[in-house]
Structures are given as C-alpha cells and as structure tokens.
C-alpha cells in the first residue's frame, strides 16, 4: 500500500558476536503501518521486538547490529540508507522513542528541565524562555501535576510512572508522525499501567500520530491497538485486526490467546504453550514454530521460505496449513 | 488449625533520620492447605511483609506464629526443623540462583543442608525434583545463564520444596517471565496445592490472583484495606482502591 507511513518488509537484523562470526536475530518481519494507526508488535522475550524498534530508530549498530536484507521505508525515505545526517533530522521529530526501561530512561544526573529542553531544541537554537514554556505545555499534556517543580527535579524524586510520563512527553515533543514504544508500562502497577494507555489513546487522537506498542501482553495489546502483529522466533508470524482475533489464522496467536488466565475458571485447566521458544542462531528450518505446535506435520519443517498468505484486507498469515486447519 | 498467623505485625524502616512505616499493625491467616494472595502496588508493603512471614525480616512490632506457636524464639527465627517449614520464592529467576552452580546442584545444596544424605543421593533428589518441576536432566546439568526465565523460576521453586515445605511463601514469582511461561509455573502451582501445599502469594497481577487464591488480603501503604474469600473480592469489591484495581486489568472482553 502507497499510503502507509512505515514499510517493513522481509526486513533480517544481523547481530555481530565475534570478528567473524554472524547471528541472525529477525528475519522475514514484514508489516506497514498507516498514519495515526495505533499497532501492537507482541512477541516472547527473545523474538526480536526491541531490535525491531531499534531499526526504527537507527540506533541499532550501538549493540553491534545491522540490517542484512529485505527493506525499511518511512514517509518514502529508504532508512537502511540513511546517513547520520539525515537521521539526525528523522529521529525525534519524525520518530519519536519511548524506551522499555522506564525507570532506568532518564538521565539520573540532569534535570527533568534540562532533558526535556534536549528533547524539544534537538540540537537547535532556540529561545530559552520558549523551551521553558513549551517544556511546561507537554507536560501539561501527560497530566503531570505542577509542571513548574517538576521541571527542577531529579529523576530519583520522581515516580516511576511520573517517569514514564516524562519520557512520553519528550518523545511527543516535536509531534512526530511515529512513536515507538517498547513495552512502556513493563514493570508498572496496573492502575498506572490503565493510564499511560489512556494517555497514549489521547495523544494518538490529538495529534493523528501513528503508535507502535511493543509489549508481550497480549490482553493489553488487544484492548487497546487496532491492529496486532505477532512476532515469534524473529519473525512476524500474523498481522490480525484486535476485533478478529478470534479468527485468527495462525496456531501461535491461537495458543497465546487461549493461555491468558482470564478466560479460565480458578484453578481450572490452563492451556499452555509447550516448549520454549527455538534460541537465536539454532532455529528450525521451515515454521520455526511447528516443534510446539499442536497442528504441525512434517511438511511443515521442509526447508522453504515460509510465504505470507492474505486472508482478509488487514489479515496475513505465516501458516501455510491455515486453510487445513480453519477452512476457507 | 491456622498454619501460620501474625497479629499486629509492624515494619518500620530507618534511614538518615527519617522513619518509615512500611506495614502498619496488620493481621493476617494462612489456614491449612489453602491459597491466600496479598495484592497492591509498589510500595504497598507486600514484599516486606511476605519477608516477615518467612522470617527474612524482623517485625519491630507484633508477632507471627506457625501452628500456634511464634516463630521468634529469643534471637532465632524458626529454630531447627521448624525452619524447613516455610519456604520463598523470589521475584527474580535471573538473580536468585547463584550463576556459578549448576541448576543440580543449587537444589541438590539444600537437600544436602536439610536431609543429610551423600553426595549421589542429593542429587538424584534434586533431579527427581526438578523433573517433576518440568526441567529436564540435560537441562539440569546446565548453568542458570542457559535456561530461560521460566525455567529458572521453576528451578527456584524446585529448590524451594527440596525440603518439603508446608508453605511456600511466592514473592510476584511471574511478574519477570514471559506469558507461557507464566501458564506453565501457575499450572505446577495448581498441582501442587492439589498435593496439599499452603501457599501465600504476593502478585500485583490480578489475574494471577484469581486464578490461584482463595482469601485475597488487599494492601495500601502498608495497610489491609480489604479483607475476603477472592470470588467475594473480584465479584463485588466494596473498597474504592479494589475497585480502581479491579478495572485496570486489560481483558479483551470489553473494549
């Protein structure tokens, strides 16, 4: 589709271990997003969401990665070759970054002031009592109470939703046309958790900015994303509307949404994914995710590549057994 | 028989000065064989008090008892055989086991401390454990630094019941592992509660708590604000906090 704002298509993240040695750690991961969509990337610890993220916002060559193949476009610019340069001018005012670490985000030796005022010049000249104000106004914006103090505290007075809240508002503070969140509420309270989630819904109404939320809660991404991509073993395996999720196509997203505990009686019979995920560098030939699979037979391992099969306008699906096991 | 009771347990803490009270004059019943959560958020006290009940931390007020009698004996907290009585849990399977041991051998060390046997026998103890736990002998063998989090916090439960423990005292033990993972710990859970294991369970998930518990112990700065069988509890919570708890859990049901 020509309108989409980010194109990722059979996009593969090489990892460098050693001088010579090469792991691959996200491979065949295709998805578009469109403007003001607000996208839910979910995924096990280890299936490659936040080098993902990363390549977003070309930051992945600090952990000695790199982008080997397949293609990454953003408003019709080619990211795979961009140059510093012209990152520079993407990063924080086309693509804003929250972080997954919300309490380690912050730069503990600055001011909230004085990173917020980073956050917004980016680098340029600008007016210091025009910085200040708008420093306010954002965090106005993600409800943070008496702006004015906030802005001479340190990170360590702050909460750690407060925190989160300030990342957001720097991430927001040149109203760019993406935010990439990586897993922004991990190891919040839920009551916080609810909020930031609001307050992203409010930001993407606002502003029509289109959202990646990255998270490995399935029930959370489906109550508030319009779309869902699933990301097992470094590679997107379906992209599913939240409101279709139960015609999914794919027996991974099958068995992720089955095994939420909230849909089972106390103490009744959990459904659970058996296994582990395949590790980086080992995985399987074929669907890497038929050693757990419940549906699997041995054309499923074959040695091809696994294709993306369309089933509806916003639906793809990486299992070629999907008309077997769900009709047509 | 209560299996483990406190009365007007008191935490406080002092620092540079300041004191902080980190639970305030609570009460608290284990009964036999049942599942009792304690839920809150960070800085609720929850941890501290799951620390009194195991007797890792002090009370500097009130006192706790197990099967009637304290667990406070002058200096010594659960003296002798009684110390194999409650186990723990902990949050994080990726700093709780010692990195340079062997899974075998972090549980097999327990079961040499507690039980006396040699060498052999320890650890095919530990591994008879760790097989029920879900872990395999090849895994067994490994280094905490090659199993995934699930599997270390499987490991952690399984050195946590090396010494038949009437209680297990489970500090959030999925808060830091992924989905499927959690289904596969909650699942041995349900099965050792079958084999009449008490359990207290500190979680700030909900849907861990419903799942598991049967008495629900809601805390807020360091205080029980609600107290109840947990279908009482998430069917028709009268305190304001348990209601704001209650609707912040993501369901897919309503949007």
């Known amino acids: ?328 | 028989m209560n299996l483990l009771e406190a009365f007007d347990v008191s935490v406080t803490f002092k620092a540079f000065g300041y004191e902080v009270q980190a639970v305030k004059n609570v009460d608290f019943v284990l009964p036999q064989g049942k599942v009792v959560g304690i839920v809150g958020e960070s800085g609720s006290g929850k941890s501290t008090f799951a620390r009194v009940l195991t007797g890792l931390q002090e009370p500097t007020g009130g006192y706790v008892t197990y099967l009637g009698a304290p667990i406070q004996d002058g200096k010594e907290i659960y003296k002798g055989e009684l110390r194999k009585a409650v186990q723990m849990v902990f949050q994080d399977p990726y700093s709780s086991l010692n990195p340079r041991m062997r899974i075998i051998n972090a549980v097999a060390e327990a079961v040499r401390v507690h039980q006396n046997p040699n060498k052999a026998e320890a650890q095919q103890i530990a591994l008879d454990l760790l097989k029920r736990m879900g872990i395999s002998e090849i895994d067994a063998f490994k280094y905490p630094s090659s199993l995934s989090g699930g599997q270390r916090q499987r490991a952690s439960v399984a050195r946590a019941l090396s010494v038949q423990p009437k209680i297990l005292i489970a500090d959030e033990p999925t808060s830091a592992i992924d989905q499927s993972a959690q289904s596969q710990l909650l699942e041995l859970f349900s099965e050792l509660i079958k084999d009449g294991l008490s359990i207290v369970l500190v979680s700030h998930d909900l849907g861990v708590i419903r799942y598991l518990t049967d008495n629900v112990y809601v805390m807020q700065n360091g205080e029980f604000v609600e107290t109840g069988s947990s279908s009482k509890i998430f069917e028709s919570p009268s305190n304001a906090y348990t209601q704001k708890l209650i609707s912040s859990i993501p369901s897919s049901g309503k949007k």
Not at chain 1, 58 to 65: C, E, K, P, Q, V
Not at chain 1, 80 to 109: C, F, H, M
Not at chain 1, 213 to 219: E, G, K, R
Request: with cysteine; aromatic share 4%.
């Open chain 1, 1 to 328: 589709m020509s309108n989409a704002l980010v194109q990722i298509d059979s996009l593969c993240i090489d990892v460098k271990v050693t001088r010579t040695r090469r792991l691959t750690i996200v491979n065949s991961a295709t998805f578009d997003v469109h403007p003001g969509q607000l996208l839910g990337l979910i995924g096990e610890s280890g299936s490659g969401k936040t080098m993902l993220c990363r390549s977003l916002v070309g930051t992945l060559h600090r952990r000695g990665a790199y982008i080997n193949s397949g293609s990454l476009t953003f408003n019709g610019i080619d990211l795979i070759k961009a140059t510093p340069k012209e990152w520079r001018d993407i990063r924080g005012k086309e693509i804003g970054y929250i972080p997954q670490s919300a309490l380690a985000g912050p730069n503990p030796v600055m001011t909230i002031g004085a990173q917020m005022a980073e956050a917004i010049q980016l680098g340029e000249k600008m007016d210091k009592s025009v910085v200040r104000k708008r420093a306010i106004e954002l965090l106005e914006i993600v409800q943070i109470r008496r702006p004015e103090i906030v802005l001479k505290q340190y990170p360590y007075e702050l909460s750690g939703g407060m925190k989160q809240r300030v990342m957001i508002a720097c991430a927001i503070a040149r109203e760019p046309k993406l935010i990439v969140a990586d897993e922004p509420t991990t190891g919040l309270d839920v009551t916080v958790q609810a909020e930031i989630m609001q307050l992203l819904k409010q930001i993407r109404k606002d502003l029509n900015t289109a959202i990646i939320l990255v998270s490995h809660d399935l029930p959370l991404i489906n109550e508030v994303c319009d779309d869902i991509v699933i990301m097992h073993a470094g590679s997107t395996v379906e992209k599913i509307p939240s409101a279709n999720i139960e015609r999914t196509r794919h027996p991974y997203t099958e068995a992720l949404y089955k095994s939420r505990i909230d849909l089972v009686e106390p103490r009744g019979k959990l459904i659970t994914i058996k296994g582990q995920p395949p590790t980086v560098g080992d995985w399987p030939t074929g669907c890497r995710f038929a050693g757990r699979c419940d549906y699997a037979k041995p054309g499923c391992s074959a040695d091809v590549e696994i294709p993306s099969i369309k089933i509806g306008p916003n639906h793809l699906t990486s299992c070629i057994r999907q008309a077997e096991i769900w009709g047509k």
